[in-house]
């Protein structure tokens, strides 16, 4: 094994990575100007108790802990079992999140199982809906299957600042820098699906998904001086 490799495996390593990055977050965020919006219809349903699946865009999942209000519920993120998307879990962990690792050898049924558990539990499920490997701002179809199932609804978030910096991932993913003034924006999804939705249906919702993220991104955007 290459000593890179052994490196990049080792605990010790991972784990200060992981809190180099949490330390950060929580950084940007402090000293940082920040307004909320649209938050009040999650936060009533999570303070009746109910979960909620919450939808964002994988550009933008760094602030996934400032997107969520922990004190009204707990939530369950997907991450990928890659080095990389294991170590975005850990990342969200620190934060008090709780994460379902997505394997290529894990069958959607199974998936699908653990996540709907979780949510009879009373977990609200955090997902990026292009994740994890794109293509960028192409949602898939995954959050329907859950909320098809569960009944439960979902919401749409974003963040964005004025300054930020962009990561050398597939999709550029953002972090917001320090001393900076930024916006944390939430929409309900009004959609209903179905419960056994024909083809035409579920690509119709699918793309309805799709332009409720892109405009939540968009507003975030927008409200902080970015095209």
């Not at 000293?31 to 964002?56: C, H, K, N, Y």
Request: charged share 25%; proline share 5%.
């Amino acid at each position: 094994m290459s000593l890179r490799k052994k490196i990049a495996d080792s605990a010790w390593f991972n784990n200060a990575i992981e809190g180099a990055f949490a330390a950060y977050i929580r950084l940007a965020y402090r000293t940082s100007r920040w307004e909320r919006t649209g938050f009040e219809a999650m936060d009533e349903v999570l303070a009746q108790g109910e979960p909620v699946i919450v939808a964002l865009w994988h550009q933008r999942l760094m602030m996934a802990p400032y997107l969520f209000n922990m004190e009204l519920g707990k939530i369950c993120s997907l991450t990928s079992a890659a080095r990389a998307g294991r170590m975005a879990g850990q990342v969200q962990a620190r934060f008090g999140f709780d994460t379902i690792a997505m394997s290529s050898h894990m069958r959607h049924v199974a998936l699908s199982r653990e996540v709907l558990g979780r949510i009879r539990d009373g977990w609200s499920i955090g997902i990026a809906t292009d994740g994890p490997r794109g293509p960028a701002r192409v949602a898939s179809t995954v959050p329907l299957v859950w909320a098809r199932t569960s009944g439960k609804r979902i919401f749409v978030v974003s963040f964005s600042a004025r300054r930020v910096l962009a990561l050398p991932t597939w999709d550029r993913m953002w972090l917001p820098a320090p001393f900076t003034r930024g916006t944390l924006v939430c929409r309900e999804w009004p959609e209903t699906v179905p419960r056994r939705p024909s083809d035409e249906e579920t690509e119709r919702l699918r793309e309805k998904l799709e332009i409720a993220l892109d405009a939540v991104t968009d507003e975030a955007d927008a409200a902080t001086g970015r095209r």
